[in-house]
């Protein structure tokens, strides 16, 4: 396995646009639970962390609690918007083994959030294809150096993966 050299402007950076992905879905999930505060308080914190107001500790909580909010809620297009928000928060947790793991830290929000946005639309891939170039578009060069170092993702056989490889492929040109 090849080592991952990330900085810590860098994992700041890639906070940044993985809190702007998942926000793209919260309402998703606010509507279906609008007492549930845990998936805008996981993108709050990553948000701070992303503008070096809040130290990294604190996330892991926050993406734990959006992950337990994406179990509850019963809704799949809320627990896509839950889980991206909880990704968010865990994105900058990126350890120096580069692993297909790994990579789902920095490609989970886009991803999820994709997914979250064809739910509502009922299914329509032309909804998830679009916020994932959204997400392509959005990407800097810091996501992007991080994304090359980590292993090149098949494209699977689910819903989630082909959007993974779609984001994968076109992040890493």
Known sequence: ???????????RRLGAWAADCAARALALFEERAPGDTRPREALDGIRAYARAELRIG???PLAL???????EVGDPAATAAARAAGYAAAAPYIHPLATPHQ?????????QAARAAELVAGGDTR???AEIRRAIA???PAVRGIVRQ?????????RLDALR???????RH
């Open 150 to 158: 980590m292993p090149v993702f098949s494209p699977g056989r689910s």
């Open 1 to 11: 396995m090849d080592e991952v050299m990330i900085s810590e402007e860098d994992r």
């Open 58 to 60: 604190p996330l892991r």
């Open 138 to 140: 959005t990407a800097g």
């Open 165 to 171: 490889h779609q984001l994968d492929t076109a992040l």
């Open 65 to 71: 609690a959006a992950l337990a909010a994406a179990r």
């Open 103 to 111: 990579a789902k830290h920095a490609l989970g929000p886009a991803m």
């Open 127 to 129: 909804v998830g294809d």
